[in-house]
């Protein structure tokens, strides 16, 4: 890609051989990016041992998922479930995901890793639909994950071993991922959406976004960044987030605001007629059972009618 990885056109071209070779050792047809090839060399010891843990953990079921709520801020009802994945690192503390996710994408386990979640939250959505609830289950996809040939098809089978529909997931991808690679990226966004499957833009606002593309992508949900939420507390942070909700109204995108902390940034939300809320005050990411009283109950966290 151009600046990134090379700044002539030569380099670029020797950028995307030495990318090409890299995907033919890792067992060919498959997408590379130079990038990750880059990061893949840089692989320290540490990192290559952590990899063989995460293999193992991939394999002996060592991977558990959490669910956070998506709650509706003024009455606390919740309106679908994020499954985050989880890692206990042995010493009764967990690996961050911010440190498995990219180490996953770049070691190319990340879709081992996402059909793992994924059956494990689609288990437990399926426990759930039994019990009368009716609210998606959120599942975060990563850029690999998007451009494999067999991911859809990992996707239906899923959903037909717990009966379940595409109706019941909505896919999250991030904005950096919806809108790189283009035209590939809208075809396979388009063909999620074909089969029923809802898409949610993530971590908006923090990537390459480019609004003169926003319109085209069939999204039907767009979260907005916690690092917004977080300036909430002043004027300018509040006019970014007016512009941005206001944004996502006129392309008719519900809206989901991310990292909401506390009672303060929850009404700014409100205020600005943001309904839909994710963040530590009302619950963080819990287990299965405690996700379903919630599913159930609502968060005992709710704001008064402003
Ligand atoms: P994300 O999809 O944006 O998920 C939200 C992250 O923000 C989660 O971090 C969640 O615990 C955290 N969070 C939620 N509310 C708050 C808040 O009020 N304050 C703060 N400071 N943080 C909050 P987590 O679980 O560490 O996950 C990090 C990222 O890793 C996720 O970001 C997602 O991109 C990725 N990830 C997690 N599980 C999976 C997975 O199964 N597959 C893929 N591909 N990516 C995953
Ligand atoms: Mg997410
Ligand atoms: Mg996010």
């Given at each position: 890609v151009y600046p990134n990885d090379a700044s002539s056109a030569q380099d670029l071209l020797s950028a995307a051989d030495r990318t090409m070779y890299h995907a033919k050792n890792n067992g060919r047809n498959k997408v590379a990016f130079c990038s990750d090839s880059a990061h893949l060399k840089a692989l320290g010891r540490e990192q290559l041992l952590l990899k063989t843990r995460l293999s193992g953990a991939i394999q002996d079921n060592g991977l558990q998922v959490f669910f956070q709520p998506i709650v509706d801020g003024g009455s606390g009802a919740v309106l679908a479930l994020e499954a985050l994945a989880r890692w206990p690192?042995?010493?009764?503390?967990w690996v961050s995901p911010d440190i498995f996710i990219p180490l996953a994408e770049k070691t190319g386990q990340i879709q081992e890793l996402s059909s793992c979640i994924i059956g494990q939250g689609l288990t437990q959505l399926a426990q759930w639909r039994a019990e009368g609830l009716q609210q998606p289950l959120m599942v975060n996809i990563s850029r690999s994950q998007l451009f494999a040939p067999n991911f859809v098809t990992m996707l239906v089978e899923q959903l037909r071993r717990c009966e379940?529909?595409?109706?019941d997931l909505v896919l999250e991808i991030t904005e950096s991922v919806a809108l790189t690679d283009y035209a590939r990226q809208l075809r396979h966004l388009r063909q999620l959406v074909a089969t029923g499957f809802r898409i949610a833009i993530d971590d908006?606002?923090?990537?390459?976004?480019s609004l003169s593309q926003l319109h085209e992508i069939p999204a039907q949900l767009l979260k907005i960044d916690a690092s917004f939420s977080r300036r909430l507390n002043t004027e300018e942070g509040r006019s970014v987030m007016q512009a941005i909700v206001q944004l996502g109204h006129l392309l008719k995108l519900d809206i989901v605001a991310e990292g909401v902390e506390s009672e303060e940034i929850a009404r700014h939300l409100q205020q600005l007629g943001v309904r839909r809320m994710q963040g530590f005050y009302f619950s963080e990411a819990v287990p299965a059972n405690a996700a379903g009283l919630m599913l159930r109950l609502g968060v005992t966290r709710q704001l008064n009618p402003p």
């Open positions: 690192d042995g010493n009764g503390g379940l529909h595409p109706q908006f606002g923090t990537g390459y976004s």
